[in-house]
C-alpha cells in the first residue's frame, strides 16, 4: 500500500510557481498514466528497500521510522497546499477517530509485510502483496457487493500462481510468503475502509495522521521487543533504506499518485499500480541479486495474470464522466 498502502513532495512541489503551473497546464491522459507507472515503479522499488532496512533494524523498529518520516512529509505538504490556497490549516475532530482506525488496520499490514520479507524476497513479497487486489472483491462480499466472473477467474488466476510461488513439496508455505500474505488481506481491508472515509477528509490530512498512528503502534512495540537492536548506529546504516520508504515511496510517490489520479481513469490506474509487483522482482534481481526458478515466475505471471483480469472487469463499465 503501500501502505497505501504507502511522499517527500518536498522533491515534487518544489514551490508555489509550480504548483499555479499544474493549475494552469492540465495534465493528458498519457502524461497521468506515465505518472501513475512511475509511481508503481518506486513502491516496488521500496520492497528492496525494506528488505535492506532489515540488516539493520527490526521490522516494527523500521516501520515506525519509515512512517513517522512519510507523516511528517505528508503534513508539510498539506499546510503549503493549504497556504497556497489560502485556506485554514485545522484537523477536524471526527478525522482523528477515523485516522486511528484506518491507521490501526494499515498498521497489521504494514508489519505483516514487513515482518515477512525477513524470511522471503522482496520480489515474492510484491507480488504477494498485490493479491490484496484480490482480498478486495472477497470482503466486499460481506458488504453486500457482487462479485463477478471475470474476478473469479482472476482468484483462480492468482490462486494457482501462488501455488506455484510458495507452496513448497510436503505441500508447505515459507513463513515470511505467509505473514505478507496476511498483510496483503489488512491491505485489502484498509483500502476498503479508506475507501469509504477519504471522501470526508482531504487526502493528505487523513494520510498524514493514519501513518503516524502506524508510526506510533510500531514504536511502542519497539521500545519492548526491538530495543537493543534499535541503536542509533543501526538507524545511521538503515538511512538510506529509511529515507527511500518514508520520503521517497511514501512522501513523493503518494503525491504523484494524488495528482495523476486526478487525470486518469480509475480502472487503468489500478491495473497500472499492479505493476509495482514486477519491479519488485526487477528491483530484487538487479539490486539484491535475488534469483527465480521457472516455477516461481510461472507464479508471479499468473499471480499477474490474475490481478489484471479481476480488474479489467471494472474497465468494461462505461464511466460518463472521464472523457
Known amino acids: 500500500m503501500r501502505a497505501p498502502p504507502g511522499s517527500s513532495h518536498f522533491y515534487f512541489i518544489k514551490s508555489n510557481q509550480y504548483l499555479r503551473t499544474l493549475k494552469t497546464q492540465p495534465m493528458t491522459k498519457s502524461q497521468a498514466n506515465s505518472l501513475m507507472l512511475f509511481t508503481a515503479m518506486i513502491w516496488g522499488f521500496a520492497f528492496v528497500a525494506q528488505r535492506a532496512g532489515m540488516e539493520h533494524l527490526g521490522p516494527f523498529a523500521f516501520t515506525s521510522i519509515r512512517f513517522a518520516l512519510g507523516s511528517i512529509s505528508l503534513i508539510l505538504v498539506a499546510y503549503i497546499i493549504s497556504r497556497i490556497q489560502k485556506k485554514s490549516f485545522i484537523f477536524e475532530k471526527k478525522i482523528f477517530i477515523h485516522a486511528a482506525m484506518a491507521g490501526s488496520v494499515l498498521f497489521l499490514g504494514a508489519v505483516f509485510q514487513q515482518w515477512g520479507l525477513v524470511y522471503t524476497t522482496a520480489g515474492k513479497g510484491g507480488f504477494i502483496t498485490g493479491l490484496y487486489v484480490i482480498f478486495v472483491p472477497i470482503l466486499g462480499i460481506f458488504s453486500g457487493y457482487k462479485t463477478g466472473p471475470r474476478v473469479w477467474a482472476g482468484i483462480i488466476l492468482a490462486l494457482v500462481g501462488m501455488y506455484l510461488l510458495s507452496i513448497k513439496s510436503g505441500f508447505t508455505v515459507e513463513i515470511g510468503d505467509l505473514l505478507i500474505l496476511f498483510s496483503a488481506f489488512f491491505w485489502a481491508l484498509h483500502l476498503i475502509i479508506i475507501a469509504k472515509i477519504s471522501p470526508l477528509y482531504d487526502s493528505f490530512k487523513i494520510s498524514s495522521l ?94 499477474l495474470a490474475g490481478i489484471l483480469v479481476a480488474q479489467s472487469a471494472d474497465i468494461m463499465i462505461p464511466d460518463a464522466d472521464i472523457k
Not at 508510526?215 to 548506529?233: H, K, P, Y
Not at 499518485?257 to 491495473?271: E, F, G, L, N, R
Request: charged fraction near 5%; hydrophobic fraction near 50%.
Open 210 to 303: 493514519q501513518f503516524a498512528v502506524v508510526a506510533i503502534l510500531s514504536g511502542i512495540i519497539t521500545i519492548f521487543a526491538e530495543a537493543e537492536q534499535t541503536t542509533t548506529q543501526n538507524i545511521y546504516n538503515a538511512g538510506i533504506p529509511i529515507l527511500y520508504g518514508g520520503l521517497v515511496s511514501v512522501g513523493i510517490a503518494y503525491t504523484l499518485q494524488v495528482v495523476a489520479q486526478k487525470h486518469a481513469h480509475p480502472s487503468y490506474v489500478s491495473i497500472l499500480l499492479s505493476f509495482e509487483s514486477v519491479f519488485a522482482v526487477i528491483g530484487g534481481w538487479l539490486i539484491l541479486n535475488e534469483s527465480f526458478t521457472v516455477r516461481d515466475l510461472s507464479g508471479c505471471g499468473l499471480m
